[in-house]
Structure formats: structure tokens, C-alpha cells
């Protein structure tokens, strides 16, 4: 067994076991790197020697330290929207190039304190704005289980370096579907959890009110024991909720008595008739193991993209007012000051940014607020009440993660609407603040599909618990073989 296929389970056991160095754990990862990512391209930033001296510091840990730590030695690849003061952070903006934030997030921190080591910076949609991660910047990402597709966006440098067995588990972020929807493309597990549960304290502000950031691994445990260690209250974050973790949950493999909700709004027009299919297939599975599918409605969906794409560029227009040209990164001096701000973020930020600080400025502006922003905000209160309702009659919630699988570079970045229709099945749970986690359902033809589980507010651990047993249940495919030739 090759060091870079063991996963954050396994690798922290024999590190705290000292049957595994966290040292040669690290040289495997960037030998791994090496090898993989001139095709995949999954960091903007990678930082070998910063890696190797944490892993020195664990590796000189007494064993009674080491011991308690989560994640020893555990190598993590963090989404490029999140402070660091080991390398840069760009957001995958220019305006932002080579900019180094004088703090940690707070999940960065948390990561170190439990013992994990951040191997780099992944790759993302400028501003986590995207579906594909062809809107970096900098440059694209492949998808490895096949290189002339997406990975997914705008956390798809994550889930890909994750698929590539880059790192075992690495940090996205999910506005509207930025860690399932990529995790779904790739045959990874990706968590985004409830709103408020994880600090957000450092994490570059894309639409403040829906922003989470969440695990990416390759299986449901070892995403459970990164978002343990992310998650819980931080004084730091205004939003962040006190409520305690429920660790205790214990695994199970009876679904009888367990009640699946299937929305008819998520199984309808517009999905690929394939996804549907393993949809189906899956459900028929999980009524054999005697779990309980309960039909029911979320009326309110087909109205969720207009009222995403309200907000979401509402809250943008006003985060993304901060990068002037005065505070960070980059600045195109002018003769006066309106001219240097004009021209610093023209030249910036790129065309999506641009078009959703237009379009979330215009939906914000006197005269037109009512009719569309208030009319968002409406309808987002509609769709919490629609999962209440739900999880009464259900325990969890199961859809398709996304309409489709990995498409082909360039196949949407033209038509901004078929890039949003996208996020269909994933920006309800971001409006509703509500917990979801795609996990791999097999392969459909060369690439991956996933499926989505919703559960209540706070319920993260029951969530995982029932995605396990899925997990365990659905065969798994051996993982791509990238830079392995
Ligand atoms: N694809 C969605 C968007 O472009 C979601 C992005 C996200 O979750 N960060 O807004």
C-alpha cells in the first residue's frame, strides 16, 4: 500500500502509533504531487518546506501529545479562499495575486492545533463564483477521472486533488453547491454543513448569509473526523453557533425504520436521464434494506436559482466593494482616485465577478430592491419552511447531487444560465441553511455520480452516520489512475 492512498483515518492511527512517520508521510504526498499534478493542476500554491517543518514538530511530539491529536501528521490541502500565513491567498483572482494575509481562519488553525499539515492552496472559480473552476484566474483544473472534463467549481481543485490522491482530504467552501456539487464530479465525499457551525472567520466572503465551508475526503469518516475538528463555536465569527457537536452517534446498518424523503421537484425536467436512472437504482436499493421512501413536495424549488442569483450577487456587490485598489493586493495607479478604482478592478476582476457585482448591485438599487431582492428573501423563507415540513415526515432527504456529471471544458462557461442550472438540486440547502453531503454512487460511463443527502439543521452527525451506511452498502470503484503510468 502506497503512502498517498491511505486515508485521514488511517494515516493519523499510524502516525500517533508511530508505525508511520509524519515526515515521510509528507515526502510521499509531494512525490504524489509531483507525479499527478502536471496533468491535474489542482493547487494555486504549494509550500514543501513549511510542510516538512510541521511534520518535524509532530514528529518530535512526546507520545502522550501526539496521542491526542485528530488528525497527526494528516496532510490537507486548503481552498484558496481561506487565510493562511503560510502561503498566499488569491480567491483565484488577480486582484488578489501574491496577497498574504497577516492571520489564519479559523479552520486553518483548527486544522494545525489537531495536528494536520496544510500541504497547499487548491484551485477554485475567482471568488468561488462558478461551477467548473474555469473562472481561476490562473488556470483550470482536470477532472481525473478524465482530463477533458471539469472537476466541478468552484471548490473543483480540492475535490480533484483529493480524486487524485493528491492529499486525503482537503477544505472547500459551498455558497451554492461548491463542495457537493465538485465532490459529486469527482467520487468524493464533500460535507457542507449547517449554516453557522464552522467559523467563517477568514474565509473570503463571497454571500456572507450562505457561505459554509466543509470537508472533502474519500470516504465519510474521514470527512466526519475533519469537520469535527472545524466545526463548533468560535467568537471570532458573529454567525457562528454555540450549539455543541453530537459525537456520539454510532454507526449502524439497519435501515429499517429509517425514513427517506424523495421530492418530486429533484427527479423531474432537466436531469440527464442517466443520473436519474442510479437515482432510482439507489432507491430501489435502499427500499430492499427495508428503509421506509416517503414521497413528499418541496413546492418552492423551482424558484430557488432566481432567488440564489438574487442574493448571492447582492451580497457579492457589497463584499467584494472592499478590493479598491487601497486595502489589498492589486492597484493600477490613476490620475485620481475614481480612475484608480475603476481601473484597478476592471483589470482585477474577471468577467463572472463582473457580471454578479452587476447583476447583485442592480437587484440591490433603489426602485428595484423591492421587486427582486425583498421578492428573494421572501422566497428563500418559503424554501426553509418547505424542509421543515419535509423533516417532519422524514428523517434525511435523498436527490441527485447535481442534474448531470462532469461536462467538457468550455460546454457551459459560454452560457452563464446552463452553468447556474447546474446548482439546482444544492443551492436549497444554502438557502434553507440546512446540512448536506454528496457521496459517489458508482460511475456513469468514465465519470462519477453522486447522490445528496439533506438532513435538519444541526443533524451533521446523523447525516454522516446514514451516508456511511450508504457508503457501505453502494460497491466502490477503484480510485483514477493519474500519474501512475
Ligand atoms: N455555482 C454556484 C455559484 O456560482 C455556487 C458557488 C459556491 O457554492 N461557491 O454561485
Redesign the pocket.
Known sequence: MNIHELGVHDLASRIRSKELSASETISAIFDRIEDAEPTIRAFLHLNADYAHMRAKAIDQLPANELANLPLAGVPVAVKDNMATVSMPTTAGSKILSGYMSPYNATVVDRLEAAGAVIVGKTNL?EF????STEHSAYHITCNPWDIGRVPG??SGGSAAAVAAQMVPAALG??????IR?PASYCGVTGLKPTYGRVSRYGLIA?ASSLDQIGPLARNVEDARLLYEVIAGHDPLDATSLPDALDSSLKPFDDWRGIRIGIPKEYDGDGIDPLVQERYHDVLALLKAQGAQLVDLSLPHTHYAISA?YLI?PAEASSNLARFDGVRYGLRRPSDDLLSMYETTRAEGFGSEVIRRILLGTYALSAGYYDAYYLKAQKVRTLIRRDFERAFDQADVILTPTTPDTAFKFGEKSRDPLQ??L??VFT?TA?LAGIPGVSTPAGLIGDVPAGMQWLGPALKETRLLQIAQAFEQLWPSVPWPSVGDE
Open positions: 472559480d468561488a463564483m462558478g461551477s467549481g468552484s467552501s459551498d455558497t451554492g453547491g461548491s456539487q463571497f440564489y448571492a452553468m447556474y447546474s446548482d443551492v444554502n
